[in-house]
């Protein structure tokens, strides 16, 4: 029953006061409702709560649940941990009708948990009893308040984290912006308390986080209607959503570390790869700070990967600002495509209607890819799920891409080592990409693009077996540099057989050479393919003078495991060979090579170290060229290119088509080329987001030619940016 409101006039200033008494309904608040002083707390730490109950009754109850289980219908069923407790100091809270929705109920704190550790014991709410010590999981939780005149009860969510002894290789981030930015209370009636308008009135631009939320409830509500007054509006896209990816970790054994969206916001430092090896980002990630993209960016760029399970992600840029009494999130304006797409590869938000898309599966595009390699259907995915179609989707159904979803924008480029659109959903315009992108120098990131995602992956076992796959992969540092710093790298060979690595800074320039290797003079030609054992770590091959290839396994430190091992014979037949990245689409590093006759080839890898032998070449003509170097995604159409010399010093451009051909005609892009000894390709090598090329003249000085990410060179033409490299013959660049 929603509860009824009295007007008070208190120095100059209208105050609702929550006794039920004739009059209209207070849109959203409950008989008994409260909220926390904290979003998160760690094992041994402290939360306040402060606490509504109707006038006249005192008396209420308080039990601990976790939430990580789910029954047959997809409905959070939560684990008693502690209580119930019994509270006898209920009071009617009173509130500013106009301003609460900002600065905050304003409601003195009605008890404290004190949350329990391996070390120290826990306080009890109200009965201040000992909770021995243990170690809650880390995860969702809820303080359940419960009239017990009545038996109304509302849950207070809050996260529990993990200390630092105790943190998994997952982190989950619990959305927390996008539940204060959906929340209602106290109504529509005074002029709107959420971000978004409804029943005629505004949205506001600044809400706070201290203030009951019904819209953090576990349980799922999907009311489609604000109108008329309505206790809950449509939770499944925020916490009850999110506890359905928690569900899934927990059934298939997978345990994670819970973090909060103001957590990444705050603590510096909190994502570390060393410890986080994959991040998930679940259901609708909508609000983020300029902090916690910054966070994301270096967490990637230190070899940690994403999983992002969202829709409508990234969308509005926010501050999350802090006083001494306060904490409120304030929106600024929205995230570009290009932000959105460098994030997490897609950049292109859709909705429509009600329901804002139609819930529908996922074809597959790349079938042959690795993250579809354990499927026995490699058809499509995503059929079945628990989202409460009749309301929330158009088409009433309860497929994986839909309500609302993220897609690639073809005018948005970005630079990846691997970019590769694996699925698309069949809501036609309204659709859904499953995108998969190894960032340059950097982690590896899978993106759903959907709300639904989650809420199909807890009951369609080939979804499940798709996120399955990527983790077996994502468990891992990723890098595609050599020095593991998230910067392309230069690996360089003296005559004398001596290896060298220069470390890039990300800016253009070079830190001083460090030895990492003898005996190098063994071989005819040296390069990098990234990572080509599937291990994180990018690696290097090389081909000895009986036409032997070995791959040398990298460390992610900057160097070398001590010994190769051979993995090809019979290579002296080619007089190029390069590493384009993913050429034939499968998501495995490739060869191409070329023999004296013209002929190109092109080797796929397996992606444990392997190769498998074509049956003939794929392509001729290619004895017009006496240089071949392989640039990546140099156009940024998503698949990987190669550049080609003249003798004459022209320089042309070959489109990669993702499915191991080019696409057809070569395009010259530049001319005197002619005058560089050895063209090297180190990807975005001055950090401005697209894949340049260096070039080395005879006289030991090194050129830098930027991208400009279309294709061409930016028109700045190149700039010499070091001295002295006539001592090395080889020069390669590791990206």
């Known amino acids: 029953m929603p509860a009824r409101l009295t007007t008070l006039l208190t120095c100059g200033i209208i105050a609702l006061s929550l006794a039920v008494v004739p009059g209209f309904a207070i849109t959203n608040t409950h008989s008994i ?89 826990g306080i009890a709410p109200c009965t201040l009893a ?16 419960t009239d017990v005149a009545t ?47 409804g029943c005629g009135s505004p949205g506001r631009f600044e809400v706070t986080f201290l203030r009951p939320n019904p819209y953090a409830s576990p349980e799922a509500h999907d009311d489609v209607s604000q109108c008329p007054d309505l206790p809950y509006y449509r939770t499944e896209h925020l916490a009850a959503g999110e506890l359905r990816v928690a569900h899934w970790l927990e059934n298939n054994g997978l345990s994670y570390s819970t973090l909060t969206d103001w957590d990444l916001a705050s603590i510096s430092g909190v994502l570390d790869p060393a410890v986080f090896k994959t991040v998930f980002i679940t259901t609708h990630s909508e609000y983020w700070s300029q902090s916690m993209y910054d966070a994301l960016m270096t967490y990637m760029a230190r070899g940690g990967n994403v999983i992002s399970l969202s829709g409508n992600t990234v969308f509005w840029q926010i501050n999350l600002n802090v006083t001494l009494k306060n904490r409120t999130l304030q929106k600024l304006g929205n995230w570009t495509p290009q932000q959105q797409a460098k994030l997490l590869g897609l950049g292109s938000f859709g909705s429509s209607g009600v329901g804002n898309a139609d819930c529908v599966p996922y074809d597959l595009d790349l079938p042959n890819h690795w993250a579809f390699q354990n499927l026995s259907d490699k058809n499509a995915i995503g059929f079945a799920g628990v989202i409460l179609g009749t309301t929330t989707c158009l088409d009433g159904g309860h497929g994986a891409g839909g309500w609302e979803v993220d897609r690639t924008d073809p005018s948005v480029h970005v630079f990846a080592r691997e970019y590769a659109l ?62 593991g710093d998230g910067k392309p790298d230069l690996l360089a060979r003296k005559p004398d057989g001596t290896l ?33 054992d599937g291990d994180g770590n990018a690696d290097v091959i090389a081909r000895d003078f009986n036409g032997g290839l070995w791959l040398y396994r990298g460390k992610g430190d900057g160097t070398l495991q001590p010994s190769g091992v051979q993995i090809g014979t019979g290579w002296q037949g080619f007089d190029r060979i390069v590493s384009p990245g993913d050429f034939d689409g499968d998501g495995h590093a490739d060869l191409l090579a070329r023999k004296p006759d013209g002929t190109l080839w092109l080797y796929s890898g397996n992606g444990t170290g392997g190769l498998i032998t074509p049956a003939g070449p794929f392509n001729t003509g290619w004895q017009i060229y006496d240089a071949l170097v392989a640039p990546g995604d140099f156009d940024e159409d998503r698949f990987p290119d190669l550049l080609a010399r003249k003798p004459d010093g022209t320089l042309w451009l070959y489109r990669g088509d993702g499915h191991g051909n080019f696409i057809s005609g070569a395009v010259q892009i530049d001319a005197n080329w002619n005058q560089f000894v050895e063209m090297i390709t180190p990807g975005d090598f001055n950090g401005d987001g697209h894949a340049d090329v260096l070039g080395r003249k005879a006289d030991g000085t090194l050129w830098m030619f930027n991208g400009s990410g279309d294709g ?8 010499m940016i070091n001295v002295g490299w006539d001592v090395f013959n080889t020069v390669v660049g590791v990206w």
């Open 151 to 197: 038996g109304e009860y509302f849950h207070i969510t809050f996260i529990v984290k993990d200390n630092a002894k105790t943190q998994k290789s997952i982190a989950l981030i619990a959305s927390t912006n996008t539940w204060t930015a959906y929340n209602f209370w106290p109504g529509q009636s005074w002029g709107g308390s959420s971000i978004y308008d």
């Open 712 to 719: 061409h060179f930016q028109q700045n033409g190149g700039v």
């Open 422 to 483: 694996l699925a698309e959903s069949r809501n036609q315009l309204q659709h859904a990409n499953l995108a998969y992108m190894h960032r340059a120098s950097a982690g590896q990131v899978l993106s759903a693009g959907s709300i639904t995602f989650g809420q199909s992956l807890v009951v369609d076992q080939p979804l499940s077996t798709v996120l399955l796959t990527a983790l077996g992969r994502f468990n891992k540092l990723s890098f595609s540099d050599f020095s």
């Open 500 to 532: 060298w690595r220069y470390n890039g800074d990300g800016l253009g320039g070079l830190i001083a050479g460090v030895q990492i290797g003898s005996a190098w003079d063994g071989f005819d030609i040296v390069f990098s393919p990234s990572d080509f």
């Open 33 to 121: 409702e409260g909220y926390s002083n904290v979003l998160s707390v760690a094992p041994g730490g402290k939360v306040k709560f402060s606490v509504h109950v109707p006038a006249g009754r005192t008396q209420y109850s308080v039990e601990i649940f976790r939430y990580g289980t789910l029954d047959n219908g997809g409905n959070a069923i939560g684990q008693s941990i502690a209580g119930p407790f019994s509270c006898a100091n209920g009071r009617r809270r009173n509130f500013d009708a106009f301003n609460a929705y900002v600065n905050g109920a304003k409601w003195p704190a009605s008890f404290t948990l004190k949350v329990p550790s391996a070390t120290s014991n």
């Open 130 to 145: 000992v909770i021995p010590k243990t170690t809650w999981r880390s995860g969702y939780y809820t303080a359940k308040i």
